[in-house]
C-alpha cells in the first residue's frame, strides 16, 4: 500500500495541528482526525471544512501581496549583496585587512592604512549601490515598478581595487 499525507485536524476549531505520512489514516491525540493532503502543500496554505462526508482539507492559493514581493525582493538583494561581497573578499580575507589595518595605525603607517582603504572604500560603494536598491524597492507602489527594480553587481567589479593580503604586507611605509 502507498503512503499518503495527512493532516491532523481538530474537528471543532477545524485548526491545522500538524501532518504526517502513512499507509493509512491514524487517529490523532483526541480530540484530533486526519484528513487527506497533498504533499505539496505548506500547513499553513490549507483550512479544513466539515461537509457531509466528514472534513475537508482545501487548498489556499493566494497570490502574494505586493509587501510580500517587496520582501522577497529585499531578501534577494541582502543575499546577493553579500554572495557578491563575499565572492570578492572572503570573510577570512576582509578580518586579515582589519587587523592589517589597525596594525597600520598603532604603527604609523598611512601607506599601509590607505591600501586597506581602498577595500573598505570599495565595499562601502557596493553597500550604497544596494541601498540604493532598497530604497526603489521600499518606494514600489505596484509589481510593475517593483518589477523594474534591477540590479547587477558584476557592474561593481570594475571598481574593485583588488587588494590582497601580499600587497597589504609589502607595505613598510
Do not use: C
Not at 601607506?111 to 550604497?128: D, H, P, Q, Y
Amino acid at each position: 500500500m502507498a503512503k499518503r499525507w495527512f493532516a491532523l485536524v481538530n474537528p471543532e476549531t477545524l485548526q491545522i495541528q500538524g501532518a504526517y505520512e502513512s499507509e493509512i489514516p491514524r487517529n490523532g491525540t483526541e480530540p484530533l482526525v486526519s484528513a487527506p493532503i497533498h504533499p505539496s502543500l505548506a500547513l499553513n496554505s490549507i483550512e479544513a471544512v466539515k461537509t457531509s462526508q466528514g472534513i475537508t482539507i482545501v487548498a489556499q492559493k493566494a497570490l502574494p501581496t505586493l509587501s510580500d514581493l517587496k520582501q522577497a525582493a529585499l531578501t534577494r538583494l541582502d543575499d546577493e549583496t553579500r554572495d557578491y561581497v563575499l565572492s570578492r573578499y572572503s570573510m577570512e580575507r576582509q578580518t586579515s585587512l582589519i587587523a592589517f589595518a589597525t596594525f597600520a595605525i598603532a604603527q604609523n603607517m598611512p601607506n599601509r592604512l590607505a591600501k586597506v582603504g581602498e577595500v573598505m572604500a570599495w565595499i562601502e560603494s557596493v553597500l550604497t549601490y544596494h541601498y540604493t536598491h532598497v530604497q526603489a524597492i521600499e518606494a514600489a507602489t505596484t509589481e510593475e515598478e517593483l518589477s523594474a527594480v534591477q540590479w547587477d553587481f558584476n557592474t561593481m567589479t570594475a571598481s574593485d581595487p583588488d587588494v590582497w593580503l601580499a600587497h597589504v604586507i609589502a607595505i613598510t611605509d
